[in-house]
């Protein structure tokens, strides 16, 4: 229901902006790119008319030297026949764009006399329901079995499943019937949906919560047999070479299930395999419409070769009486565009220049467009997963690894992370590596997308480091990488297809195949600088070692000595951890120094970092909130569900007497203290947690910012099983907010005072801090909770000691 509720807010919070997600289709060509951005000016200048120009194929008559604008055609009619059903190729060659609303294909017959348009629309349709062409015979492997006449053995329930999950819904509506599954949403998007639509628009962020348009289907059942349209998935390439629909990598039965959904309101028999009965005379004479009418111009069909060109690009007269989309005459293809397309096209060849030559920067981002790689992908601000399609985007048995778990990676910065040869066989279908994730990444034509590797390196990575010159003399480091990786990489990544059963991040036994050593250095030492929002911790919080035992602590080499050790591959050893932990005790016992583990906790999120102290005091911090979040004292954790056992529950804690901290951040300003204590907000620039140091005793000091604020936040039991607490507050620049900085010290229904420093509330949890903070704190009641609030100076360092006892 929690879903549901989401969906519900996002679907209001559309409307309430005059954006409806079940807007009436509409006649003008559908081109996503420019309905995404091209119509709200977040494209450059020129750019949204040019994309209008390459995906309606304009230069398929209007011939131009420009690559960009080459036409994208449509679909191969060889086989047409076989494949759609003969009176939907009639109605659509009778109204285009009322038949499949949204089509970029003109109409080429508007301007012929009733009685001419109907012949000739019966000698086109003669012609193409000629081309016959049997379906490829698909081989059956161990992984894709194909059943006989499997085309006929969807299964929908299935399919409507797999529609939903693996990427079709980026691109294509959704059936509103279909419920999600339960998904965590990132504190930003819960914030968005929170948000009034005056302040989304303040904040620059309607392209944010902007419900992203679906490209539509036509009417399925009336065009395709189930036979057909199962063997289009497969391979829409075969049909459509452009590329603009990808291949999902579906095997045999996956296709039949999807076009089972698809085509779930056929009636039985309904569509049958066509065959062509039309005379020969018929035949001869729509084939020589088909050129005629320049059909040939943008269709492949029968080795017919187009015999008309048409006005240069660059020579087009933007004032003229007529032309293919204003006042069309007779024999000119008719495009339905609507005011704002006819505008960017005129714009762009108003500006059109015969041997322009854009930079390489330029052809990746309209290249990026024309293949809608935005509806997944986000690069430089723009694009991504759009806000109304996010909770179809989910991770297998959906456990919660964070929009970094589920929602397709960034492409900001990708050729500076990603080596060229590893980027093309992601592009070519053979690089997945996140098998948390249902959504696929698809294949395009490997002609089609040749160049973007090169351009990708080109625009992001201008200063090529070699590997040596990153990592100079690393390769006898590699033993010391190893030591490395216990710290805490293997507790998210398997090594080499081996790991934790828990551990469900990306394999970390071949990135250094796939990543440069650069970006693998700045990711190491600053995860948050190259990868917004991330769930990776920093283990080099201000550029300094946690792990003084290893290299003496020397940064630069324990980065390379990870690298080294990743590099080796199967010439080092498996760390220790993965190779003894089966056959170990899972019950974590702190003896002379604490033990840290990153686990999953109920009370602390799915970024807890548990502590425990030898005096059976210990404490749990939610990274992701940002603040401690539970205390406990006895037995410490079972670590076996964390290394072993995959999408394991949550830890518990296995002993007893828990006391949990005050929710939201620890400390915020507050412009009155009326205020409500605001919630945690991670991620943003408010609250940024960056990570934690470990002193010689082995205890954990947790680094955050806030508002231009540092903070040390050390926790440590005491010998008398008190949990003492040293908050150290450092402003580094001028704080955003105009107000007092208040410590949250305690929280409950009913606050007690049992001495000038110490508070206890109704659960028996006594919080104590020093005489002088304790005489300037405040206590008030909001919404039948009580909060006692003390004021932080700013003037200079100020610590805080707070002592938890319960």
Same mark, same amino acid.
């Given at each position: 229901m929690n879903q549901r509720r989401t969906c519900l807010v996002t679907g209001l919070l559309c409307l309430i902006m005059g954006h409806s997600l079940l807007a009436a289709p509409d006649p003008a060509p559908f081109v996503s790119g420019f309905d995404r951005f091209g119509r709200h000016e977040e494209l450059p200048k020129g750019t949204a008319g040019r994309l209008l120009i390459s995906e309606l194929s304009c230069a398929a008559c209007h011939p131009t030297t420009q690559s960009a604008l080459q036409p994208k055609g449509g679909p191969r009619l060889d086989g047409v026949g076989n494949r759609l059903q003969r009176k939907w190729v009639t109605e659509f060659l009778s109204a285009p764009h009322v038949t499949k609303a949204g089509t970029t294909m003109p109409d080429v017959l508007h301007g012929l006399p009733a009685n001419e348009k109907a012949s000739t629309i019966q000698a086109l349709t003669a012609f193409l329901m000629s081309q016959q062409k049997p379906f490829p015979t698909i081989k059956a492997t161990g992984a894709n079995p194909v059943p006989y006449e499997f085309w006929n053995k969807g299964n929908v329930a299935r399919g409507r499943e797999l529609y939903h999950k693996i990427g079709c819904v980026a691109c294509h509506e959704t059936d509103e019937d279909y419920e999600p599954g339960e998904t965590k949403f990132s504190p930003n998007d819960k914030l968005l949906a929170q948000l009034d639509p005056e302040d989304i628009k303040e904040l620059g962020l309607a392209a944010a919560v902007r419900p992203v348009n679906s490209v539509p289907h036509p009417d399925? &059942?009336? %065009?395709?047999?189930? $036979?057909?349209?199962?063997?289009?998935?497969? *391979?829409?390439? $075969?049909?459509?070479?452009?590329?603009?629909?990808? $291949?999902? %990598?579906?095997?045999?039965?996956?296709?039949?299930?999807?076009?089972?959904? !698809?085509?779930? *309101? /056929? /009636?039985?028999?309904?569509? &049958? #395999?066509?065959?062509?009965?039309?005379?020969?005379?018929?035949? &001869?004479?729509? %084939? %020589?419409?088909?050129?005629?009418?320049?059909?040939? *111009?943008?269709? /492949?069909?029968?080795? !017919?070769?187009?015999?008309?060109? #048409?006005?240069?690009? *660059?020579?087009? $007269?933007? &004032?003229?009486a007529a032309s293919c989309f204003h006042n069309p005459q007779r024999k000119m293809p008719a495009y339905p565009l609507d005011e704002l397309q006819q505008t960017a096209i005129k714009e762009s060849l108003a500006a059109l220049k015969q041997n322009e030559n854009p930079s390489v920067a330029n052809q990746l981002a309209f290249q990026l467009l024309q293949f809608n790689c935005y509806a997944c992908h986000e690069r430089d601000k723009q694009g991504g997963v759009g806000f109304n399609r996010k909770p179809y985007f989910e991770t297998a048995g959906h456990v919660d690894l964070g929009d970094e778990g589920r929602i397709p990676p960034t492409l900001t910065g990708i050729g500076f992370k990603l080596q060229k040869g590893w980027l093309s066989k992601v592009l070519k279908g053979k690089g997945d590596i996140r098998p948390h994730m249902h959504a696929r990444m698809p294949i395009f034509p490997g002609k089609e997308i040749a160049a973007l590797p090169n351009q990708f390196e080109k625009v992001d990575r201008p200063q090529k480091r070699s590997e040596t010159d990153v990592f100079p003399q690393h390769a006898q480091l590699a033993p010391a990488g190893r030591s490395m990786l216990e710290t805490g990489c293997i507790q998210c990544h398997p090594i080499r297809g081996e790991s934790m059963p828990g551990v469900v991040g990306t394999d970390l036994g071949e990135v250094t195949s796939r990543v440069h050593a650069q970006w693998f250095h700045d990711f190491l030492l600053d995860p948050a600088s190259l990868k917004e929002r991330t769930r990776m911790p920093t283990f080099f919080p201000d550029g300094k070692s946690q792990n003084k035992d290893v290299l003496k602590g020397d940064v630069e080499q324990q980065i390379a000595a990870i690298w080294a050790y990743l590099k080796a591959g199967d010439k080092q050893p498996l760390p220790e951890k993965i190779l003894a932990a089966k056959s170990k005790n899972y019950e974590l016992v702190p003896d002379k120094k604490p033990i840290i583990l990153r686990t999953f906790m109920e009370e602390a999120g799915t970024h807890a970092i548990a502590v425990g102290f030898p005096q059976k005091v210990h404490v749990a911090f939610d990274a992701e909130q940002v603040r401690p979040a539970l205390a406990w004292k006895g037995r410490f954790l079972d670590a076996q569900g964390t290394w072993f056992i995959r999408f394991a529950p949550p830890a518990d804690p296995l002993g007893d007497a828990l006391m949990q901290f005050p929710s939201g951040p620890p400390v915020a300003f507050l412009k009155q203290t009326e205020e409500v204590w605001p919630e945690s907000k991670p991620g943003t620039d408010s609250l940024q947690f960056r990570g934690y140091r470990i002193d010689k005793q082995g205890v954990p000091t947790f680094l955050y910012r806030y508002q231009g604020i540092d903070i040390e936040d050390r926790l440590e039991a005491t010998a008398r099983q008190t949990l003492k607490r040293r908050l150290t507050i450092k402003a580094v620049s001028q704080p955003k907010t105009v107000g007092t900085l208040w410590f949250r010290g305690l929280t409950g229904k009913n606050l007690k005072t049992v001495d000038p420093t110490t508070r206890q509330n109704e659960d028996g949890l006594r919080v104590s801090v020093a005489e002088a903070f304790a005489k300037a704190g405040q206590e008030r009641t909001r919404d039948k909770l009580s909060e006692w609030l003390i004021p932080v100076p700013l003037t200079e360092d100020t610590t805080i000691e707070v002592t938890y006892q319960w």
């Open positions: 399925l &059942t009336a %065009k395709y047999t189930p $036979q057909a349209l199962t063997f289009f998935l497969l *391979n829409p390439e $075969q049909t459509r070479p452009a590329g603009r629909m990808p $291949q999902l %990598k579906l095997a045999a039965v996956e296709a039949a299930d999807i076009a089972a959904y !698809l085509l779930r *309101n /056929q /009636q039985p028999g309904a569509a &049958t #395999a066509a065959t062509s009965s039309d005379s020969a005379e018929l035949i &001869t004479a729509g %084939k %020589k419409q088909f050129v005629e009418l320049r059909c040939v *111009n943008c269709h /492949q069909v029968d080795q !017919l070769k187009p015999t008309f060109s #048409a006005r240069p690009l *660059n020579q087009l $007269q933007t &004032t003229a």
